[in-house]
């Protein structure tokens, strides 16, 4: 395993990495619906950002050289866990199908904007 450090960078406005990866591991930072490449929040509720989130998560994990089926752990962030914790779960467990990585899911007063209803990072392996 190498030990040096690699930083993916998604979004050159971000002053933060994408992800982190080291010995064979890596650390996803939080993804929101933005629509790729933007920092505009997709259209439509929890739904469509959970869907817009969790492509965010696999794109940023291929760019470092992972994938869905190797995600560890994930935690959600929901700004309002009481009503979108169902309607999350359900595209949630569509995208991770079969794979069941370990998970927490947090009720949070805000995001980084008020138009962020949910946030996701993860651990996964590289392949």
Do not use: W
């Amino acid at each position: 395993m190498s030990s040096s450090i690699e930083f993916i960078l998604p979004h050159p406005s971000i002053p933060l990495s994408g992800a982190v990866k080291i010995h064979g591991v890596v650390f996803v930072s939080g993804q929101v619906g933005f629509k790729p490449g933007t920092n505009e929040v997709v259209e439509g509720g929890v739904e469509e950002q959970t869907r817009a989130t969790l492509e965010n998560v696999r794109l940023v994990l291929e760019m470092a050289g992972s994938s869905v089926n190797q995600v560890l752990k994930t935690t959600v962030f929901l700004t309002d866990v009481q009503n979108d914790f169902g309607i999350m779960n359900k595209i949630y467990s569509e995208f991770f199908g079969e794979h069941r990585p370990a998970r927490s899911t947090v009720g949070v007063a805000a995001l980084a904007r008020k138009d962020l209803l949910v946030e996701i990072e993860c651990v996964a392996l590289a392949e």
